[in-house]
């Protein structure tokens, strides 16, 4: 009886776990708010952050403790508004860094064009994730972008607005890291795309 006790407790607690690091599938809005008390390297502008920041971490500090997500823009990039000719341009890096909010594909573009600039070595991408679409309130959703980086010959993935703050990594195959995101966010994953560039080509 013992035994048995022990074991459903064993269970219990492997199912918390698994529901804990499960994200809610029809967001893909950040799971906790910004985390003001991370260090951060200091910089008054986006200008002085490209003088300061050195890595991928300097960036990924920086959006753990400032980036909010925008729901109501999320609406508007949406495939259903956007086939609609709604003109919603994707935010240049300084624009976000004065805003501090916006959606995946503006969180990717800052930390993209960012490392590019203060690490290129690094060989920042795009990482385009097409997920089975979802509708919600009328709209189509399909499309989540993050960042992909190289470091000693791994692969890692950062600036998810699902998750900022997170580095995931390092990795040998883009695939490997797909297949475990898939299953943290609970949605099917139909392809994915390094790209150089967010605009379609």
Not at 174 to 195: A, H
Request: charged share 25%; hydrophobic share 35%.
């Amino acid at each position: 009886m013992y035994k048995l006790v022990i074991l459903l407790a064993f269970l219990a607690l492997s199912v918390c776990a698994y529901i804990l690091h499960t994200a809610n599938p029809y967001s893909d809005e950040l799971e906790y708010a910004e985390d003001s008390t991370v260090p951060v390297k200091s910089a008054s502008s986006y200008k002085k952050a490209l003088q300061t920041w050195k890595s991928p971490e300097d960036i990924n500090d920086w959006i753990t403790a400032n980036f909010s997500y925008d729901t109501a823009r999320a609406i508007r990039l949406s495939e259903t508004q956007r086939t609609k000719n709604e003109s919603v341009s994707i935010y240049s890096p300084s624009k976000f860094f004065e805003t501090k909010t916006g959606v995946c594909v503006d969180l990717s573009r800052f930390s993209v064009e960012t490392l590019r600039k203060i690490n290129p070595h690094s060989d920042p991408k795009y990482l385009m994730i097409e997920f089975d679409p979802i509708q919600i309130g009328g709209d189509t959703f399909r499309l989540h972008w993050l960042v992909s980086f190289r470091r000693n010959g791994k692969a890692y993935f950062f600036s998810d607005s699902k998750r900022p703050g997170h580095i995931a990594g390092p990795y040998n195959y883009t695939q490997t890291f797909v297949d475990e995101y898939e299953q943290y966010r609970g949605r099917k994953i139909i392809s994915f795309r390094e790209l150089e560039s967010y605009q379609k080509q």
